[in-house]
């Protein structure tokens, strides 16, 4: 099975990427204090049958961290989409990627044939005592990127 994996240059920022397979699209989108390894169980087992896309999201992983400018999770995803030419995914998201799944397929119903959630956060729904405690380490994770937050010993 041919992989390829690379940085693709879209929304003003550099999103990491993997890709394999062929046929219908499927997406997978990590969670908060992830990366696009995640799916590493999951990868090679769908591109058996499916194209796969599986990348780190502006501020995770090898992606770039974002640099101030008004941005959102699903424009870098549908801009990614888009610069593979496809236009019909089945969403793959896991916790925090679950949210932007969610979002993506209100944002770009035409684009998502399916919709598949793991663990799923839901944007809007307030969760007050974990926003309180996770409050400092979304800020750090936002402007100066997950690396920021491993434990060091």
Aim: glycine share 14%; with cysteine.
């Amino acid at each position: 099975m041919k992989r390829q994996d690379g940085f693709a240059e879209v929304n003003g920022t550099r999103l990491y990427y993997e890709t394999a397979g062929s046929g219908d699209s499927l997406v997978f989108i990590h969670g908060f204090g992830a990366d696009s390894r995640t799916w590493d169980a999951q990868f090679d087992a769908f591109a058996a049958r499916y194209q796969v896309v599986r990348y780190d999201m502006r501020g995770f992983g090898k992606s770039a961290v974002p640099t101030g400018e008004p941005y959102t999770h699903t424009g870098d995803l549908e801009a990614l989409l888009d610069s593979f030419g496809i236009a019909q995914v089945c969403v793959l998201g896991q916790s925090m990627g679950g949210g932007v799944a969610i979002d993506f397929a209100l944002d770009y119903p035409q684009a998502v044939c399916g919709l598949v959630l793991v663990d799923s956060g839901l944007e809007g729904y307030e969760f007050a005592e974990w926003e309180k405690s996770w409050g400092a380490v979304f800020g750090i994770a936002a402007t100066e990127g997950m690396h920021r937050l491993r434990w060091r010993s």
